[in-house]
């Protein structure tokens, strides 16, 4: 991604989000329910994360709509998952950008399941990638435990798409290892050990470790160094957050509406008064 390109994240996609721009501190205050965490810079490009599965590739169709339209060069990059696919939204954002030739990327994470329904429940296609081709759009399916050949085919995609050509759909294949949130779900219930062990093996970090490793340029010595630096920036993150003042309800509809229709103008002025004694 170019700086100035848009990000369209779902709810997986917060490293994303901090990649291109988004300070710690604020990705921590989102997580947290705080309105804080979804106030973003100027210059940061880029929507708060989707939490209604397969909203944002509509929204990246239109935001990629307008990127053409001002005869921008910039490219909308938006995420969902293997269960997201199932959804309207995801056929409609496809298909509008393809009409449209709009500058958009849609990346389809298939990590196998869908909280719990596997990805063979979704769908009788054989892959995602080809959902695309329907749209007249390109469809590719990359290894995503292999992080240069993710860079590769997203490399040559925006490349693709920045040249007039319309959007592009890539599929990645990868894992969830974790359950699917922290609130309950239990994977043991519809998953195997040795699926689990299976994706183990082709774990993407141990993979470019032992790359990086054979090639030379990587040593214990540089990865305990980046861990600690890394776990102080963590830190100092989780402080700033921390400073972040009391959330009021007055602001959080002040935030959502840039006009307020009369009923919350009323409860906002009673909620700004309540907030003020
Ligand atoms: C429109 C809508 N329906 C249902 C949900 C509840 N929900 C949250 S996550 C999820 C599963 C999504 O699976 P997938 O697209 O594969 O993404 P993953 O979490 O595996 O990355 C569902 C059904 C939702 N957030 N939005
Ligand atoms: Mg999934």
């Known amino acids: ?52 599965i397969g909203a944002q ?53 298939n990590n196998g399941y ?9 769908t009788a296609a054989v892959t995602l990638a080809q959902k695309a081709v329907a749209a007249g759009v390109p469809g590719i399916q990359v290894d995503g435990m292999d992080a240069l050949a993710v860079y590769q085919v997203m490399h040559e995609a925006r490349e693709f798409v920045a040249a007039g050509n319309g959007p592009v759909l890539i599929e990645t294949l990868t894992y969830r290892y974790g359950p699917h949130t922290l609130s309950g779900d239990d994977p043991t219930r519809y998953r195997s050990k040795e699926t689990d062990d299976l994706w183990q093996k082709r774990d993407p970090l141990v993979r470019m470790r032992n790359y990086l490793t054979e090639k030379g340029i990587w040593s214990q010595e540089q990865e305990d160094a980046l861990i600690e630096k890394t776990k102080e920036e963590i830190k100092a993150a989780i402080n700033e957050a921390d400073q972040a003042p009391k959330q009021t309800v007055s602001r959080f509809l002040k935030d959502t509406y840039e006009v307020a229709p009369q009923n919350v103008a009323e409860q906002l002025a009673q909620f700004q008064a309540k907030e003020s004694n």
């Open 1 to 52: 991604m170019k700086q100035s390109d848009w990000l369209l994240p779902g709810y997986r996609d917060v490293p994303e989000l901090v990649q291109h721009g988004l300070p710690l501190s604020k990705a921590f205050l989102w997580s947290r329910g705080h309105v804080e965490g979804n106030t973003y810079p100027d210059e940061l490009h880029a929507l708060p994360p989707q939490i209604i």
């Open 57 to 109: 590739y509509v929204q990246t169709a239109g935001i990629a709509l307008g990127l053409k339209k001002n005869g921008s060069d910039e490219v909308a990059f938006t995420y969902t998952g293997d269960g997201g696919t199932s959804q309207g939204d995801f056929y409609e954002g496809v298909n509008f950008a393809g009409a449209f030739k709009a500058p958009a990327i849609f990346v389809v994470q």
């Open 114 to 122: 869908a909280i719990s329904v596997p990805r063979e429940k979704q």
